[in-house]
């Protein structure tokens, strides 16, 4: 194990390395991304090891840094499982960033883009194997540090700089609670070791519980994306290179979602009712208002960041059944809903990440992210087509794709919750269910329209005509996505009752009783309800192929007329006549217009002669960012005002803020010597 | 409210057909027993303006209305050919529309009819020799059936349906 975890330090560094001192060029960024490669494959053997065998992996430097107890390493089954989440998703992406970044070439700094990329996934990968307050925050801070010169790779562009600050605050902010949920916690233990702090946790109040539980839930809450702090998402995504984005939303908001176990489960082991009411909430409403966000987005990057709040509503939902279910004492449900959420955190990695390279693919080739100027990119991109087109039918939710196999075990992790007496929670759960299903509806409607929109129909733009198939480093890297989006599908029964085997191993949680019959169905306790992901592949298959058969029997002899599609007689058909990404969304804008109160500008310039002459006519309809207008302009408006007394002293001249430090260091030395006398 | 006091107020408003209205419920009966031979189905009908100077569809409006009432028979009007059996097409085919015209007759799916209604479909009517006018609709289009008349009455061009059902 330590080999393995030895290697997986090389290979990172071995990239970064590469990536500072070479000249560039297409044989560096080959060797930079062999080292993300080997750095994520070994990061994934040891996550495997430690998964199957159950054997913990432990490292301790306490030398280095000792003022803080020192590094600090232990990789648990819980760990190890989100070890194997990078990895999974860092691997193709190390592999797609080599075609993707040769257009950065001469642009933009590919040294920075590939030393921090490799550290960005070494921080990233010791996140779940951090053992101690320090090494977590080390680790923490590092990931996010380096995600934020990746959102500034493409500097030119005109919203980069903004992203990159919202993104910065955000984390910032969030680091700042979870230091103070650690610090809350180190109180009542003798070291900053994981092991201590569970062990002192006990001891602390409920109202200092309470904090710790809160302030994670912010700080974590800010790094998974769940609404109100999700405004950094829609604004970093589209900014980042894709494989940056598929990182960053396929796997380090996951880590959000691994803080608040660790702390929530593992130190504090559970709570009270409410944490698992409020995680319910607030997943329900980030499931919900980020999916009808995102079928209101026209830029294909946004809608996918807005998709991704959406599924860590769908993770917050199940691990919030779980906090409640272990509070209310229903230990058959618990490991069932969280690994439920967990295996939908997995499956949501696989498949956003292979859809943000698919979205990266299209930008490769068109230059251009909002939809209405694509469209028939099937015939240039028929590889990336099909990748997209898996991605899409997974995160709708399709069986036999893994998107299925999760949402369905949420469903059933929730159901036994509504027969509870206990006061609210049946009608907590209940519309809990609710909104999973809404959720999914809308979710397939949203991926309809990215889909069809984008690689339908015909080109809406020169651009869009002209596009030319990724490289083959970059099929390669959705290819490989594309298969782990299917295998997590059809191979659900082998992983998962080990998934629910190892919460109980790593996080003492009562012993599942999900298994599965005759190897082909997963069974729910007491055969509550039982699903085969592989009969229902075969199933499909079956079907679908009946009705090809089906039609070519009966099609015999017909004579096939091909003509061009309907369009009410006009003698041209132009782009123009087609559905556009706006238009697909309008029926659900009228729906929810309670939400989106969109305002609806109308603008027509007739000829000067005659009104039944339209010169130009220009629509506009926008919708109402409610968050950031009613809840983050006010305390940016407040922050600007706080700031502008400070502005009088800030000459932007070294030697005044030289002169300031000099009188602050007089100040406290004044202060000191009238304190000794 | 205001909807129901309307109602009680008005009271019934339709009159029956001034003569012959059996004869237009037996030609219906038979029009749609004739279709459900040929087609399988109710006829669904698409109109084709091809420049007629709209007293024709006129007419054709009074197929639907309360009087003849048409669709209890299954004879309805389509927004589109794609749902097509039958194309009525009406007036003197003008340049503008004589490609419109081809194309949504190639739009329609096999086996399909074409009525030309009113006397301008068959000969161009006061507009024949317009530089506006490509030709009549049989000039364009195969025709099943004519109906004449300026405009032809709602049994007539029932009748032109049956005739244009007839030939197949």
Redo the contacts between chains.
Sequence with gaps: MTLLFGLMLAGYAFGAAVAVLSPGGGPARRLVAMGAVVGAGAGLGLALEVFTTGVPFVLEVPTLLSVADGLAFRLDALGAFFLGLVGLVAIPCGIYGVGYSEAYEGRYSLRLLGAMLNLFLLTMSLVPCAANVLTFLLMWEGMSITSYFLVLTETDEPDTILAGGWYLAMTHAGLALVLAAFLLLAAGATTTAFGDLRAGAAALSPAARNAVFLLALLGFGSKAGIIPLHVWLPRAHPAAPSHVSALMSGVMIKLGVYGLLRVGLDLLGGGPAWWGALLIGLGALSAVVGVLYALMENDLKRLLAYSSVENIGLVFIGLGAGFLFLSLGVTAAAPLALAAALYHALNHAAFKGLLFLGAGSVFHATHTRDMNQLGGLIRGLPWTAACFLIGSLAIAGLPPLNGFVSEWLLFQSLLPGIGSSVLLVAPLLTLAVGILALTGGLAAAGFVKAFGITFLAIPRSPAADRAHEAPLSMRVGMAILAVACTGLGLAAILLLPPLAASLHGSLGLPESALRFTSGVSLSMPGDFAQMSPTLVALGLVLTTGGIWLGVRVLAVGQRL?V??T??????VQTPRMEYTSTAFAEPLRRVFAELYRPTQDLSIDFHPASKYFVQSIEYRSEIVPWFERYLYAPFVQCLYRWARPVRAIQSGSAHTYLAYLVAALLGLLVLLLVQGI | MRLFSKILQVGLATEPLPLGGDDVVRLLHEVDARTRRLFGRALAIREVDAGSCNGCELEITGLMSPVYDSERFGVHFVASPRHADLLLVTGPVTRNMAVPLVKTYEATPAPKLVVAVGDCARTCGVFKGSYAVAGSVDQIIPVDAFVDGCPPEPAAILQGILAAIGRR
């Excluded at chain 1, 309907?566 to 003698?571: D, E, F, I, S």
Aim: proline share 0%.
């Design positions: 007329r003509s061009e309907w369009g009410c007689g006009r003698v």
